[in-house]
């Protein structure tokens, strides 16, 4: 489900708020990194693993936008630590 956030947050004026054009873009980046797990996952699947590690650094990169290198690096490492394990 995609929600337009400039149709929900109007400030008085009946204008955009400016915060919301970075809002959109998270969302974004992370729709698009779900996009990339999702295919991640299905080269994993079939054993194609170098290309299902490029393809989550690639995804794990489209979120640093939003949350910063060092919460997504520790997102990846507890990741991949429970893969491994």
């Not at 490029?54 to 893969?83: F, N, P, Q, W």
Request: proline content about 1%; glycine content about 2%; hydrophobic content about 40%.
């Amino acid at each position: 489900m995609i929600v337009d956030l400039r149709a929900l947050t109007v400030a008085k004026e009946g204008k955009p708020r400016q915060s919301l054009d970075k809002w959109e873009r998270a969302i974004s980046s992370a729709h698009q990194a779900l996009e990339m797990f999702r295919d991640a996952e299905t080269k994993r699947q079939i054993q194609v693993i170098d290309e299902a590690n490029a393809i989550v650094r690639k995804a794990m990169e489209s979120l640093k936008c939003r949350y910063g290198s060092l919460t997504s690096s520790r997102i990846a490492s507890d990741h991949l630590s429970h893969t491994i394990a």
